[in-house]
């Protein structure tokens, strides 16, 4: 009984965190706006999801699998949000190197 309610509020939970994050990237008007939800939505619910995950198999096949899948989301997943981040800046002013405005705005 109390396995089950663990896994079902580990669920919500992580649910619930991919669609908040789901929204937020709907909802924002920049890029880098958007990249901040999308870079907390593969870490946050999908560590609650594989959290339920290992509390209703443990450590059996499915849940090692469980392990590599997070896992690489959260190895992959920073340098997804990096390279994006890096191309729209690059789409933007042509460079990465910071704008005269940007140097004056940070002094």
């Known amino acids: 009984m109390t396995e089950n309610l663990l896994v079902d509020v580990l669920l919500g939970?992580?649910?619930?965190a991919e669609l908040v994050c789901s929204v937020g990237v709907l909802?924002?008007?920049?890029?880098?706006?958007r990249l901040h939800y999308s870079g907390a939505g593969s870490t946050v619910g999908a560590f609650?999801?594989?959290?339920?995950?290992?509390v209703r198999e443990g450590l059996s096949s499915g849940g090692l699998?469980?392990?590599?899948?997070?896992?690489?989301?959260?190895?992959?997943g920073p340098?997804?949000?990096t390279a994006t981040a890096r191309a729209a800046r690059r789409i933007e002013h042509g460079d990465l190197e910071p704008t005269a405005e940007e140097l004056e705005r940070g002094r």
């Open 48 to 54: 609650c999801i594989l959290a339920a995950l290992l």
């Open 65 to 76: 699998q469980g392990i590599a899948a997070v896992g690489l989301l959260f190895l992959l």
């Open 79 to 81: 340098v997804v949000v």
């Open 27 to 33: 909802v924002m008007r920049t890029t880098y706006d």
């Open 13 to 16: 939970v992580g649910v619930a």
